[in-house]
């Protein structure tokens, strides 16, 4: 469903991309897993095509997306839907009206259908009765929860999260890491930034893990678990390194 091959990025004079190369099956829900400013949402940049890369290939459903213009690019994002990283949604609008007016700018649905989707995706993420409410009214989990309903009501074959578990508490992420898992139900396939390792195993088929804009591991949770490499323990078992943890906790950028 969408492949990454020797993908190379340099954002002003950093190299944030470094010979990317991984591919998420279709129906799969990949977690990609590493520490901030290991180049986790530049990746998912790159496959709604907002960076073009220096080098390398980005195929979404078979389609080479490194070479195509503005509105063909337009076209192949309506198949993905992002969940963003602060649920991004408008302060003004009601949470019917958030949900609504991604379908309603994108096809020409009659109002019902439209009002019927909404309902069903609100309900799908335990929201049902929030329709009218104002987003300020929710909790930050509740507001999450509203961004997935919708990129689910969008009808996207692709779901990509941004830290969607991130300034949750331990109940709230387990809620939102449970509907990430019930969507992978319906077939969708998902790409899940993310640094916590926890979400990372409850929600992933298969893990990448980036150090430093390099992929370091790819594989089943199981394998990354069972890894003995030195930079896969220092991040996801810092507490059995006996010295030197620092540099694993917190990776110096090669041009820093
Ligand atoms: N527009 C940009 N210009 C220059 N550097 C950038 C830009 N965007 C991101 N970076 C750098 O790229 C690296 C990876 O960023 P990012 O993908 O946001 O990491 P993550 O999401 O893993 O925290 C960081 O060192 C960041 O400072
Ligand atoms: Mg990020």
Redesign the pocket.
Known sequence: MIALSGVWLT??E?P?LNDISFDVQAGQTKVIL?A???????ILRVILGLYRPDRGSIRVDGQEITELDERNLTLVRQDMAMVFQGAALFDSLTVRENVWYRLWEHSRLSDETIEQTVQESLQFVGLADTVDKMPAELSGGMRKRVGIARALASGAKVLLYDEPTGGLDPINACMISRLITKLSTKGITQVV?THDLDAAYRVADRIVMIQRGRVIFDGTPDGLQQSDDPAIRGFIDPGSLTNGWETFANPP?PVD
């Not at 901030?36 to 530049?42: C, E, F, I, Q």
Request: glycine share 28%; charged share 15%.
């Open positions: 954002l002003g950093r944030v590493g901030s400013g290991s180049g986790k949402t530049t930034v950028n």
